[in-house]
């Protein structure tokens, strides 16, 4: 079925395993995360950026989805770091089952007010809601220093928001890292001895497969994979095109760029579900 995040998410520190979460930009990468969904089955979770719905329109991505979608295993599909009430509201319109409002650049206040205003609107339908405490680094953020989430911060935000789930700082961050990255698994301990709401990495792309587990053993729910997938993609369609170098059919060399996108995914997916 298609769900939302809520009940993906609602077993995962129990079964001590993560669902990944795989930002997607065209029909090649919808399919290769739905086969390696399939030949896996296991639970994933399809989002797209705002900056996607910009290049390609809102309804595309979630139609795409659900026109694809075998019936199993259990998918949700979400929108990654909406940045006001109204576009949350039409990718709910467009049939998405979750959304993130990404309030983190905000003071504390101002932070809660907008997540609780999105809670609002998509409880009543019975669609999850996922929010941010504390900065990730990377291109999607303005300040350069990042801030790690404070545990009793984190207590008050969900309880004041009610959100269903929580992306924390603890020093990862979008893009590329240059560099060896530090995360803070004990601040990942520290969140998910003190509060039940799942929570969320964000910039996972690059990670150690060992630094990945030591964060879902510590309590992480829901991990986000966008750069390496986006990697595996133009990998692929690179390949395809050296590997035909006559042909003029996207179908001929595209392929090529479906397979590489799902090989990465299922690898993901076998990593997050390593000690499940
Ligand atoms: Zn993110």
Do not use: W
Request: proline content about 4%; glycine content about 10%.
């Amino acid at each position: 079925m298609i769900v939302g995040n809520k009940i993906l998410l609602e077993n995962t520190r129990r079964g001590g395993y993560a669902v990944p979460a795989f930002n997607v930009d065209n029909l090649e990468s919808v399919l290769g995360v739905l086969h390696a969904a399939e030949n896996t089955d296991r639970p994933v979770i399809i989002q797209t950026i705002p900056r996607t719905l910009r290049y390609g329109g809102i309804p595309v991505y979630s139609a795409m989805v659900r026109s694809l979608y075998k019936g199993n295993p259990d998918i949700s599909i979400h929108l990654d770091h909406g940045g006001d009430v109204g576009i949350c509201k039409a990718c709910i319109d467009a049939g998405y089952t979750s959304v993130m409002i990404d309030g983190s650049a905000l003071d504390f206040d101002g932070n809660v007010g907008l997540t609780k205003q999105v809670v609002d609107v998509a409880h009543p339908l019975g669609i999850s809601v996922e929010g941010e405490l504390g900065t990730i680094g990377g291109k999607e953020e303005t300040q350069s220093e990042i801030k790690y989430t404070e545990v009793s911060e984190a207590e008050e935000f969900v309880l004041r928001t009610g959100v269903d789930s929580l992306a924390i700082g603890v020093g990862t961050a979008h893009g590329v890292y240059k560099g060896v990255p530090h995360i803070a698994v004990d601040r990942i301990e520290e969140i998910a001895a003190k509060i039940n709401t799942p929570l969320v990495l964000h910039g996972a792309s690059g990670l150690s497969d060992e630094v990945i587990i030591a964060c879902i053993k510590a309590g992480i729910s829901k991990i986000n994979f966008a750069t390496q997938l986006r990697q595996a993609f133009t990998q692929g369609l690179k390949e395809g095109i050296a590997e035909n170098p006559e042909a003029f059919d996207p179908k001929v060399y595209l392929p090529k760029a479906i397979q590489r996108v799902r090989e990465a995914a299922e690898k993901i997916i076998l990593l997050c579900n390593k000690n499940a």
